[in-house]
């Protein structure tokens, strides 16, 4: 089993729908969990951090469910702009030391006019 | 503004030879990373390292070294590339401890080994 479990894709909406995205986790000791997207041929960048209570920036609302070790993305409104790869992230924190990240595969969103 | 940066953005090389992947970060972070990723694999961790002389192997270390001499520089080495190692190398750096600090990555080099 995969450390770090994403939704296949391609996902394939219209401009103003609402999309989610769904990424499950093993290692229940994972301490910090982020959504990274990536264009096409370009590195990850930050897309938003994922807390327990939930949050939210702008268009984007990140969830984290620990006991069911389950964190989603929502997407609403849906711009061209959003076309990209997301990939879920959850960090095992090494005492002293950093961490390190396992990302999943990540899922495509495609948005068309 | 964070940066990373890495030696070449496209790279061609013959099989056998000995390939060195640069990487420097200019943000102080402690740690470092050397990832591959592959059409239908996702990004795969190499090594890592936490501080300077220290490494750590990632998931697929095999056929890799890496070097930190410096805390800003982290290097990656192919000592014999062979085609499979044909793929997108990303570099990344991030602060260490607790918090969920966030890993910076730099712009990949596309490495094609014929």
């Known amino acids: 089993r995969k450390e770090v479990e994403q939704d296949p894709g391609p996902f394939n909406v219209p401009e103003g729908a609402t999309v989610a995205f769904n990424c499950t986790y093993s290692n229940s000791a994972s301490q910090s969990f982020f959504w990274y997207r990536q264009d096409c041929r370009k590195e990850p960048k930050l897309l938003m951090s994922?807390?327990?209570s939930g949050n939210e920036d702008g268009r984007f609302t990140a969830q984290l469910n620990r006991a069911s070790q389950y964190i989603s993305l929502l997407i609403r409104d849906s711009k061209l702009s959003d076309s990209a790869t997301y990939l879920c992230?959850?960090?095992?924190?090494?005492?002293?030391?950093?961490?390190?990240?396992?990302f999943g595969q990540g899922t495509e969103l495609s948005v068309k006019p | 503004d964070v940066k990373v940066t890495q030696s070449s953005r496209y790279l061609v090389k013959r099989t056998g030879e000995k390939v060195f992947l640069e990487c420097v970060q200019d943000?102080?972070?402690?740690?470092m990373f050397w990832y591959r990723q592959d059409p239908g694999l996702g990004l795969r961790l190499i090594y890592f390292?936490?501080?300077?002389?220290?490494?750590e192997k990632g998931d697929i270390p095999e056929g890799y070294s890496v070097s930190r001499e410096k805390k800003e520089r982290f290097s990656l080495i192919l000592e014999s590339a062979s085609t499979n190692q044909t793929s997108m190398y990303l570099c990344?750096?991030?602060?260490?401890?607790?918090?969920?600090?966030?890993?910076?990555f730099g712009p990949g080099t596309r490495l094609t080994v014929t």
């Open positions: 390292s936490y501080d300077v002389k220290m490494k």
């Open positions: 992230v959850v960090i095992l924190e090494f005492y002293n030391q950093g961490g390190k990240l396992i």
């Open positions: 990344a750096s991030r602060f260490s401890g607790t918090g969920g600090h966030e890993q910076y």
């Open positions: 943000m102080d972070h402690e740690n």
């Open positions: 994922v807390y327990s």
